[in-house]
T-cell receptor, first 114, second 111 residues
Framework: AQSVTQLDSQVPVFEEAPVELRCNYSSSVSVYLFWYVQYPNQGLQLLLK??????LVKGINGFEAEFNKSQTSFHLRKPSVHISDTAEYFC????????????FGSGTRLLVRP | EADIYQTPRYLVIGTGKKITLECSQTMGHDKMYWYQQDPGMELHLIHY???????EKGDLSSESTVSRIRTEHFPLTLESARPSHTSQYLC??????????FGQGTRLTVV
């Protein structure tokens, strides 16, 4: 079975500062990794994904993440955040099979202050 | 942009009523899912489908049922709503190469 840990429930940061949202996972099999963003009263939007290949993945809105297999981590980063980045961010994994069923972390609320 | 739609967006209903949450996608995806999300919490898979006439229960036990008669349609039904069913329900479909796409969700309140 897989599990996902997002240790930071909330990350406050000032506008234009860099940010890192941490994600660690546990799995006995190979996994795909995802980051989703959820704005208030909305569904989830895919930010980026790691399926295979290069461990540095670039996504939408200037976000990127790096897959570290030895540390079982998939941290999300952005060099300069905007007020509009304030949202809930979810890390998720799925087994490398055909199901694409997602296991989610508990989420990290990014709060960008002016 | 993903083309996956959920209706209604918000629903307030009395205890004991039967409800159906609608989910449709126009992308031709075979795989579809229902996730449940309580306020401020992570999402949990409650149902999924690999294609027409295929439905499976997810990791989180749910009293709801689903059907998949058409590829594009994956409705979720609660035969008798209870306050414990109050939650947000998110529908998703997946493409093997691009991951899962989510609808905007249905926020259900049972009073």
């Amino acid at each position: 079975a897989q599990s996902v840990t997002q240790l930071d429930s909330q990350v406050p940061v000032f506008e234009e500062a860099p940010v890192e949202l941490r994600c660690n996972y546990s799995s006995s099999v190979s996994v795909y990794l995802f980051w989703y963003v959820q704005y208030p009263n909305q569904g989830l939007q895919l930010l980026l994904k790691y399926l295979s290949g290069s461990t540095l993945v670039k996504g939408i809105n200037g976000f990127e993440a790096e897959f570290n297999k030895s540390q079982t981590s998939f941290h999300l980063r952005k060099p300069s955040v905007h007020i509009s980045d304030t949202a809930e961010y979810f890390c998720a994994v799925s087994e490398v099979d055909s199901s694409y069923k997602l296991i989610f972390g508990s989420g990290t609320r990014l709060l960008v202050r002016p | 942009e993903a083309d996956i739609y959920q209706t209604p967006r918000y629903l307030v209903i009395g205890t004991g009523k039967k409800i159906t949450l609608e989910c449709s996608q126009t992308m031709g995806h075979d795989k579809m899912y229902w996730y449940q999300q309580d306020p401020g919490m992570e999402l949990h898979l409650i149902h999924y489908s690999y294609g027409v006439n295929s439905t499976e229960k997810g990791d989180l036990s749910s009293e709801s049922t689903v059907s998949r008669i058409r590829t594009e349609h994956f409705p979720l039904t609660l035969e008798s709503a209870r306050p414990s069913h109050t939650s947000q329900y998110l529908c998703a479909s997946s493409d093997q190469n691009r991951g899962s796409f989510f609808g905007q969700g249905t926020r259900l309140t049972v009073v």
